[in-house]
């Protein structure tokens, strides 16, 4: 079954110049890209993305990890990979959740680690299911931005809509 899934390549990946490593592992599922972008992640972004974390303790650090204050790179990459069991096969390539006890050859065991501070840099994030996938998708991606019809979407006139154009 064809399905969307949301990838981020977040703040460390950036910062350790593993962009390019990281898509050279997922491209490894022969799965399609249909949108990508690079993101500076306002806070409410990063909040409502990780929401269903918002009570534990790590939460607050977690914000700041996934908008680059811990790695002074304010900037994830964000791509949507579109194909067969998409989920299943980007999230055993990313490995475990904690990067200490994700599979060595994965890409949060290749180049994931716990700070001593306890925060999980595991490098990418990966949608866990459909219904994650078609949330998270919507909060990071305007339907005109992705090349294929993933959700229904209408068409909106806005008068006075202020927007930037080339000059
Ligand atoms: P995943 O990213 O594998 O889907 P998740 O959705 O449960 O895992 O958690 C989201 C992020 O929160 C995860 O990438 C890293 C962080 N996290 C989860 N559990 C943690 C913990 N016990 N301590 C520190 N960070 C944690
Ligand atoms: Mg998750």
Not at 22 to 29: A, G, N, P, Q, V
Request: charged content about 30%.
């Amino acid at each position: 079954m064809n399905q969307a899934v949301l990838i981020l390549i977040k703040p460390d990946g950036l910062k350790k110049s593993l962009t390019g490593n990281i898509l050279t592992r997922l491209s490894e599922t022969k799965l399609e890209i249909v949108a990508s972008r690079i993101v500076r992640v306002p806070q409410h972004l990063a909040e409502e993305h990780y929401k269903h974390l918002k009570d534990k303790p790590f939460f607050p650090e977690l914000i700041k990890y996934l908008r680059g204050e811990l790695h002074d790179r304010r900037k994830v990459m964000a791509l949507i990979y579109w194909g067969k069991d998409a989920i299943k096969k980007c999230r055993e390539l990313a490995g475990s959740t904690n990067p200490e006890e994700a599979e060595p050859t994965s890409i949060r065991g290749s180049y994931g680690r716990i700070t001593t501070s306890g925060v999980y840099e595991n490098v990418i994030h990966v949608s866990s299911n459909e219904e994650e996938a078609e949330r998270e998708i919507k909060l990071w991606f305007q339907p005109e931005e992705i090349i294929v019809d993933l959700y229904p979407a209408k068409e909106t006139a806005e008068k006075n809509c202020k927007r930037k154009v080339w000059a």
